[in-house]
């Protein structure tokens, strides 16, 4: 994969906080970052998966009535009301 290089800037606390993460793990600065955002992009495009999936099943009338919701929460042991 071809990669590109780019720059960012970061308040003194966050790169301390990075530093210590980095440290921790034996690795470089470069590859946490490089993990954090390849692992918020996962989450994001998840995320939107998701809402798209859940406005579908809306649009379909997939619905859960909300007293469904509330009996199932009282099934998990949780006082609803």
Do not use: C, P
């Amino acid at each position: 994969m071809q990669t590109t290089s780019i720059s960012a800037r970061f308040d003194t606390e966050t790169l301390a906080r990075l530093d210590e993460i980095a440290k921790g793990l034996g690795e470089s600065r470069t590859s946490i970052i490089k993990k954090a955002v390849a692992n918020y992009l996962d989450y994001d495009f998840w995320f939107r998966e998701q809402v798209a999936q859940g406005l579908d099943d809306l649009n379909a009338g997939k619905l859960v009535d909300h007293e469904q919701v509330k009996d199932t929460i009282r099934e998990m042991g949780y006082s609803v009301d």
